[in-house]
C-alpha cells in the first residue's frame, strides 16, 4: 500500500522507542489543507504510542480500533495487534486505507490492512509517503552514532521532509 499523505517514523534504542510524525494533510498531489496535524498518539492510559499514515478518517479509526484491542486484551500489544490486523482484512474494516506503528516499552510493530503485523528489523521502520527517506537516515543514524532514539527520528523526520513534497517539518515526538 502507497502512502502519499504523511511520514511516520519509529527507532527503538536502549529501552527507549520514539515515534515520529509530520503534520502535513495533503489534498490530491497539490494541495496542503493542514500543516500541524498530530499523528502521532499515546493511547492505553499513556503506555502505547502509536502513529499513523493514510486517509485521515481511516487512520482515526483504526487507532480506536486498537485502542479497543489493547483494552479487550489487557495491553497485550502483540495479541492487539494481530487482532487488528485479523480483522482489518476480513470484514467491514477491509477498505480503510491506512497504516499504523505501534509500540510500548518492550515491543514496536508496523500493522497494515493485508495482515501483516511486522516486528522491525533492528527496532527501525517507517511508513508513508516519505517512509523510505526516514527509513535509510534512520538507519544510517542508528548504525554510526550514539544519538537516542528521539534524536534519530528527529532528525530522520527532517532528512524525509526536505525531500518528500508530502511531509512538513512540524515534527511531532513521542517516546516510550
Known amino acids: 500500500m502507497e502512502m502519499k499523505a504523511t511520514t511516520i ?13 509530520d503534520g502535513q494533510v495533503t489534498m490530491g498531489q497539490s494541495i496542503v489543507m493542514k500543516g500541524n496535524a498530530k499523528k502521532v498518539k499515546r493511547i492505553y492510559d499513556d503506555k502505547v504510542v ?13 487507532s480506536e480500533k486498537f485502542e479497543e484491542m489493547l483494552q479487550k486484551y ?12 485479523e480483522n482489518w482484512r476480513k ?26 503485523v511486522i516486528d522491525p528489523e533492528e527496532g527501525v521502520c517507517a511508513i508513508g509517503s516519505g517512509g523510505n527517506y526516514a527509513l535509510s537516515a534512520a538507519r544510517a543514524l542508528l ?12 532528525k530522520a523526520m527532517k532528512i524525509a521532509a526536505d525531500i518528500c513534497i508530502f511531509t512538513n517539518h512540524n515534527i511531532v ?3 516510550v
Open 91 to 116: 470484514g467491514t474494516m477491509r477498505n480503510l486505507e491506512a497504516m499504523l506503528i505501534v509500540a510500548d516499552k518492550n515491543d514496536l510493530y508496523v500493522i497494515s490492512g493485508d495482515g501483516n
Open 173 to 175: 515526538v513521542e517516546t
Open 74 to 85: 489487557s495491553g497485550n500489544l502483540m495479541r492487539s495487534a494481530v487482532e487488528l490486523a
Open 9 to 21: 517514523c519509529a527507532v527503538k534504542r536502549n529501552g527507549v522507542t520514539a515515534i515520529a510524525g
Open 50 to 62: 502509536v502513529g499513523f499514515a493514510g486517509s485521515v478518517s481511516d487512520a482515526f479509526t483504526l
Open 143 to 154: 548504525e554510526n552514532t550514539d544519538m537516542s532514539a528521539e534524536e534519530i527520528v528527529r
